[in-house]
């Protein structure tokens, strides 16, 4: 399921939000300032940031994240509830936002609706390949593949992002956690194994590419 960071300094809101968003389904990402933010944004399918914040700002976050010409879904909570300081963050690059106190449901509606907007989808299809995220199975040709928990996740990472480059150190990141302390050549390994499985080659790839000097991209159908 798509990663939600939650970015706030308040304990009790990253809890509640938390345990929503998880009771959704989403994996959840958490961050009690901007600096933390900006380590785990790279993993983010949609992230919620509040307005004011210790070291960089909610608002400064999301201009940081367009002028890097990303088109991450961001939600914005604030507790300014004048016009002119929704349309400052609406034009600092927020798609959304809440104004506190609000409703978790509110909140995790409004994240459902961004990630639909961007078209994050349950099924991912490509040519003859299909990923159901949800129930976490995936089948070429009709036929089911037998993936491991890190191959499916490698797979339906690539797959999400179909056309975009990821660097080996992003896909440790997002598939293995910041915390992993292995060496990026596991990645190598497990896209070797994932490609023989999709009946792939890394000369003639028909979904997994590799990306000389950076990592490896999945095919636009």
Known sequence: MPNVLIVDDDPAILEILG??????????????????ARELLPRADVAVLDWMLPGVSGVDLAREVRAGGSSLPILMLTARGEEED????????????VVKPFSPREVVARVRALL??????????SGGLRIDLRA?????????????K???DLLSALAQHAGMA???????????GSDYLGTERVVD???????RKLGDTSDTPRFI???RGVGYRFRED
Do not use: M
Request: no cysteine; hydrophobic share 45%; net charge negative.
């Open 19 to 36: 345990a929503y968003l998880r009771a959704e389904g989403h994996t959840v990402l958490e961050a009690g300032d901007g600096w933390q």
């Open 86 to 97: 929704k349309l400052r963050g609406l034009d600092g690059g927020a798609d959304d936002y």
């Open 116 to 125: 639909r907007r961007v078209g994050v989808a349950d099924v991912l299809v």
């Open 136 to 148: 976490r199975a995936a089948s070429l040709n009709g036929a089911t593949l037998e993936l491991s």
């Open 150 to 152: 890190l191959e499916f």
């Open 166 to 176: 990821w660097p080996r150190e992003r896909l440790l990141e997002r598939v293995w």
């Open 189 to 195: 390994v497990h896209i070797t194994a994932l490609r």
């Open 209 to 211: 590419e590799t990306v």
